[in-house]
């Protein structure tokens, strides 16, 4: 059985190898840049024998990058104290 599975992995990948060498490069890098899974930001950190996960995810389609975020939250922050 499970020889069985590894054979038609190893079928599967072989088509797909055919398949995008038969491709122009630009095709090539265009289907691994949709197939391809971009693996999101993971931390394992252990404290006191518990283990912690902390993962980020961050929405293509936000408003704000990253910088413009951080000045918000602390600007908000800094307006709150005075």
């Keep these: 059985m499970a020889e069985d599975l590894i054979r038609e992995i190893h079928t599967q990948l072989d088509l797909i190898t055919s398949g995008l060498a038969a491709l ?4 090539r890098i265009a289907w691994f840049r949709r197939t391809t899974y ?4 993971h931390f394992l950190k252990e404290i006191n024998g518990t283990t912690y996960t902390v993962r980020a995810f961050f929405d293509d389609e936000a408003k704000e ?5 951080v000045q918000r939250i602390i600007l908000s922050k800094d307006s709150a104290e005075m």
């Design 24 to 27: 122009p490069r630009e095709a």
């Design 38 to 41: 971009v693996q999101p930001l």
């Design 65 to 69: 990058n990253i910088v413009e975020k």
